[in-house]
């Protein structure tokens, strides 16, 4: 393992007084904790949470200035609160924030120069590594009380997130202010824009304390309402794309301002907490000038999924935002405590089980070179709690999941691979002929399958796609494309075919409304009159089960829909037909699939969101009740299974929540990491290898050939056997130590409870050493050298080499015998 940085993000609650021995000890207690974490990085980097941000606006460039910091917990400025409220509702620390140090009072500018100092030096003396100190900007209410923002300068908090009012926006401008300033000794003039007045504080406040870079929180200059849908384009009924331009240029110009007036700033972002298309979908989000021109830190990714579980728009959001890169850097950030708000997520959201660990760090990229990508840096939100402790349990817990997930991260491209337009979105919204609507619903889609269930976890950007398609580099060959409709025009398209003319799958997902012709044509589709309202569904895949029957119906939107359903055949259209949608006597293709001459097959899902009938106020996508309609996402899912991917579901009622899975490659090997909102369920899994084995597990065989597994919360198994046989029974999966020193380390898998079965086996091709197979029905590691290994039978798939073994009953073993 090697990490380019590791940050540990830190609040100024654990510094319970002033002092500069309680500076001391609570710098050497984090140091130490973190250790051996921070011994596996090139740097170390402290981002401190002293306040909200308000302490560099206000920041006159007097040492002894006093600011307010975080020692609330709860909402520390205002919100509105319950009209005449019981005693009992004054405990909801949202309206009524609690200090967390009673006697707390401002700090001075002095006292945070000197911790400052204080961190590098108990720094360089217990990581020996170079210390980065990072300052934080955020745009909310929560973290410190901020006469600045909410009584001096409201103007510039034109977002409305936790009440009107309450988020600062990065296009806003201010008002005049005649007071001192660091950066405006005279005075803030009218029509100063945030970005350049920000920049010219931190900067400042940069020289003065001994800062090295800034980070933007919540979405800061991603968009004007970052912790929701709606935005300059797009109000939840409506887009308005005649805004887009708009939108773009007040975007740009917060970029823009910020750095003429800090060209040399280092800059960290946290990004929304949704993807790259909803960015630039809902705000004309300029991500690709950001990455360009500026070349800010790629967005973290969220750590949202720990609230409401949305772990499919977390995985999908960061892909969108590393298909590109603006240099090396690819952090990874994880959500261990909360400085603010009573939860210490390893502890009680997650409850010590690393579901949004695994999952998330098999997420992987392809770079220009064909090479597999992955995080490179971690951050930790936060080492310390809300109350101000360091617990020596977290780090304990959470530095060995590190380990193993970065040890054994993705250095292959998983089997599905999504081909991202990061420059196409920009186009789509920001051209002649804007589609706001388009990218939305392709957007949301995507991530609503990925919270269904769909393994989709590496990402390669159309630029990239088409660069390794002309090379012919092979990377991608034999992988799943999943794409979006609109992407698939002029040289895309060109790549797209070439991967088809090999023989290769793609899923298509999507609308017909604006879709480039060739991808109409390939797909034998046309748009007819929309429909929307409560449509029927068939599903003639073979999907998800349950005991009482999955709702048949599901509403079209016309703003989460392109205006509603167009999706028919075209003259002559030979398709499979794999889903429909009924209303009124009109039908409409939902998902369809087609096989090509010469083997490829081609899939298409038309995108349909989850929502509700009713429109409710507020800024988050409103959902379906659970169990109230057809999950339509899950349909892509199908369609993998259909292409050989097979990870179907057995519920308890069609509100249980399914699976989330990611599939990583490393080492030959397949990881499934999974989490499980909902521990009932039963997975029916099949490839096209067979049943993957998880070592050391036990797989039942049912009598349709699938694998049945009962995966619990968090669920993370190493899979190298795969098996396909006629008959049912119990397949077992041991791993074996190496026991003599004829075998390499690797020690053994022995695979027992077989009937007549065809196995394939994954070697780990850094073991070195030579494969051995021997199989007989009472074959043992005591007796293995009296048993003749048999010949190898090698394969060479997409997925890298295995062996092959045929018509094998009662036990074999899998060996490296050692050079």
């Not at 217990?126 to 923002?149: C, H, L």
């Not at 009740?625 to 899950?634: L, M, Q, V, Y």
């Not at 499934?672 to 039963?682: C, L, N």
Request: charged share 25%.
């Amino acid at each position: 393992m090697h990490l380019k940085n590791v940050t540990l993000e830190l609040s100024s609650k654990p510094f319970r007084d002033d002092s500069e021995a309680m500076m001391y000890a609570v710098c050497r207690r984090m140091f130490t904790q973190w250790k051996p974490l921070t011994d596996t990085a090139d740097i170390v980097s402290v981002m401190l949470w002293t306040s909200d941000g308000s302490e560099i606006f206000e920041y006159s460039g007097d040492l002894s200035q006093t600011f307010e910091w975080a020692y609330w917990a709860g909402c520390a400025n205002h919100t509105p609160c319950p009209e005449n409220a019981t005693e009992r509702q004054k405990h909801q620390t949202h309206h009524y924030p609690v200090k967390v140090i009673p006697d707390a009072a401002p700090r001075s500018y002095a006292w945070l120069k000197r911790l400052i100092e204080v961190i590098r030096e108990t720094g360089a003396e217990i990581a020996q590594k170079p210390v980065r100190i990072g300052a934080t900007y955020d745009n909310g209410p929560e973290f410190a009380v901020s006469k600045f923002k909410y009584e001096k300068h409201p103007e510039i908090c034109g977002g409305h997130t936790m009440f009107a009012n309450s988020v600062v926006t990065c296009t806003a401008r201010f008002h005049a202010d005649s007071e001192r300033y660091a950066a405006y000794p005279d005075g803030i003039p009218e029509g100063t824009s945030v970005g350049t007045f920000l920049a010219k504080q931190y900067k400042a406040m940069e020289k003065d304390l001994g800062f090295d870079y800034l980070w933007l929180s919540n979405g800061m200059g991603f968009g004007t309402e970052t912790w929701g849908i709606t935005g300059m384009l797009f109000d939840k009924h409506a887009f308005h794309p005649e805004k887009a331009g708009e939108a773009a240029d007040r975007m740009l110009s917060f970029w823009k301002d910020f750095f003429d007036a800090y060209p040399e700033c280092v800059v960290e972002t946290r990004g929304s907490n949704y993807s790259a298309g909803l960015e630039i979908a809902t705000d004309a989000c300029p991500i690709r000038e950001l990455y360009g021109k500026y070349r800010i830190a790629p967005p973290v990714n969220s750590p949202w999924a720990a609230l409401n579980f949305n772990t499919g728009l977390e995985i999908v959001a960061w892909m969108s935002h590393i298909a590109e890169l603006p240099d090396d850097r690819l952090p990874f950030r994880y959500y261990i405590h909360d400085p603010w708000f009573c939860n210490s997520p390893w502890l009680d959201r997650y409850a010590r089980e690393p579901w949004d660990l695994y999952p998330v760090l098999a997420v992987s990229r392809i770079d220009e070179n064909g090479r597999t990508v992955t995080a490179n840096s971690v951050a930790l939100l936060s080492v310390d709690s809300t109350w101000g402790e360091l617990p020596d349990q977290v780090p304990r817990e959470v530095i060995p999941h590190l380990f193993e997930a970065f040890d054994r991260a993705p250095d292959q491209p998983s089997p599905l691979v999504w081909v991202y337009p990061f420059d196409e979105y920009t186009d789509h919204v920001r051209g002649a002929n804007p589609r706001p609507d388009i990218v939305f619903t392709e957007e949301m889609f995507i991530g609503e399958c990925v919270q269904e269930g769909l393994p989709l976890n590496t990402v390669v950007s159309t630029r990239i796609f088409r660069k390794l398609t002309a090379e012919k580099n092979p990377v991608l060959k034999g992988k799943i494309l999943v794409v979006p409709v609109s992407a698939a025009d002029g040289a895309n398209m060109d790549a797209l075919e070439s991967h088809l003319a090999s023989g290769g799958k793609i899923l298509f997902y999507g609308v017909m409304q604006g879709a480039p012709e060739r991808a109409k044509a390939l797909l034998q589709l046309r748009a007819d009159t929309a429909v929307s309202g409560d449509v029927s569904v068939e599903n003639r895949m073979k999907g998800d089960v349950c005991p009482d029957e999955f709702p048949s119906t599901v509403h079209i939107l016309p703003q989460y829909s392109c205006g509603g359903l167009t999706e028919v055949p075209s003259e002559g259209a030979s398709f499979l037909t794999r889903a429909v949608a009924r209303i009124n006597g009109a039908e409409r293709i939902l998902a369809l699939s087609r096989r090509l001459e010469n083997g490829a097959e081609i899939g298409f899902v038309r995108a349909v969101l989850p929502a509700s009938n009713d429109v409710w106020g507020g800024r988050n996508f409103d959902y379906a009740k659970d169990g109230e309609i057809f999950p339509a996402p899950r349909l892509l899912r199908d369609l993998a299974g259909e292409f050989g991917w097979q990870l179907a579901c057995a519920l308890r009622s069609p509100e249980s929540k399914v699976p989330r899975t990611s599939i990583s490659r490393h080492d030959n090997a397949f990881f499934f990491s999974m989490y499980t909102p909902d521990t009932t369920a039963e997975m029916h899994v099949n490839t096209p290898y067979g049943v993957p084995l998880a070592i050391e597990g036990e797989t039942w065989i049912d009598e349709s050939g699938s694998g049945v597994w009962h995966p619990e919360k968090s669920w993370r198994r190493e899979c190298r056997c795969f098996v396909k046989q006629p008959e049912s029974s119990v397949v077992s999966l041991k791993l074996q130590p190496q026991s003599y020193p004829y075998y390499s380390r690797f020690g053994h898998l022995m695979c027992s409870g077989l009937k007549s079965a065809e196995i394939r086996f994954f070697p780990p091709l850094s073991a070195g050493g030579t494969p051995e197979v021997v199989c007989a029905p009472d074959v043992g590691i005591y007796n293995i050298f009296d048993k003749t290994p048999i010949p190898l039978e090698w394969e060479q798939t997409p997925d890298g080499p295995c062996i092959v073994v045929r018509n094998v009953s009662g036990r074999v073993i899998f060996s490296m015998a050692a050079k």
